[in-house]
């Protein structure tokens, strides 16, 4: 399961736009549907308008009605184990339980590690 989702990862990050840091970034996202929602992070000269690939799939999702999710794997041909940043890992949070799993390309993580103590409202 985690290899099909990685090498689509891997496709995604071959549609990413990063002109300014040349760090391209693909997701794959499993939902529990079965369905697949790909991202790639979209740069822009206001460097902080920038979405990366994890959201791009996320929200993607959420517009097709998904609600729950298993799984995320990230990859970027830049590096080879990557870990979402605290946005995405908050957006992550807004939509998932603790045992969501964030697949590297050697590496899985649960979200409660990585995002132990997320905001809440
Ligand atoms: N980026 C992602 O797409 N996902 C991450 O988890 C971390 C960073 C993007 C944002 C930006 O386009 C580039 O990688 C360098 O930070």
Redesign the pocket.
Known sequence: MYETLLQKAKEASGH?Y?P??K???G?ALLAKSGKIYMG????NSSFGV??????MAFLTAIYAGERDFKAIA?S?PQKQE????GI?LQTMQEFCTGDFVIAGETKKYLLKELLPRGFQL
Request: charged share 10%.
């Open positions: 990413a990063a300014y840091s760090f391209q970034v997701a790639a992070n979209v740069e920038t979405v990366c690939a994890e959201r990230v970027s990557l870990v979402p940043c995405c």
